[in-house]
């Protein structure tokens, strides 16, 4: 009940910042994990994009983003978490439990893969929704038709593989609560533009997209926001 209540709490200073712009201010936060994968990659990221939110869409975020592992209780202090690395992940059981509890009680996961991180993202997240097969988001989807429009779908910031971009999801009552981003390496586009030398089109495409899960997250108490069918 407790941690339910504080998530609920933070979705009420998210929807009064929208409303009125006022000094509602909140915090998102970069998730940790054990494994040995470097969950701390890409480190100026999302200090960037909450930057480019805050400016763009309205948002009232906090400028420096937390750090919280993901068996923590202070997860529930967080509306939106981001993960991210190359390497191997492991949820322990309380983890799993905890995340989940997370996300059922209106947190919203997004994963990136900074390449490397794919086949073991996969494993762990069978943890977390055994019953569930990670679902292709189509074009149509409203996460791509927030306050701006990717009627392609996710756009492509880095090439590895030669392979599209995906974005998957995993679902509760209906709700996209996990958004794993594959083959496009957002996270990268949102560095400090020295970082990996992206040209401006590319960083701007992947800052918008941003701001469109960001605004997704933080709306998710509208379940026609989620539904994949639209």
Known sequence: MKNNFK?????????????????ATYK????????GGDWYSNPT?????????????????DKTPDQVHVGSDEIFNYPFLHMTGHGNVIFSADDVSN???????????????N?????FIRRELKKLYPEQELIELPFTHPIFHQKFSFPDGLP?????????PQAMGLFHKNKLVVLYTHESDLGDGWEDAEVH???????????KM??????FALTLGDTRNNDISK
């Open 7 to 23: 998530i609920t709490f933070v979705l009420i200073l998210m929807a009064i910042g929208f409303s009125f712009n006022k000094q």
């Open 99 to 113: 995340l989940k509890k997370y996300l059922e009680n209106g947190g919203f996961l997004h994963i990136d893969d």
């Open 197 to 207: 030398n992206n040209d401006e089109e590319s960083r701007i495409k992947a800052l």
């Open 156 to 164: 492509k910031i880095h090439e590895h593989d030669n392979n599209p």
């Open 28 to 35: 998102i936060a970069v998730l940790k994990y054990n494994g």
């Open 45 to 61: 990221s999302l200090g960037n994009l909450i930057k480019y939110c805050n400016e763009n869409i309205a948002t009232n975020i």
């Open 210 to 215: 941003g701001a469109n899960i960001i605004h």
């Open 115 to 119: 390449y490397g991180l794919d086949k």
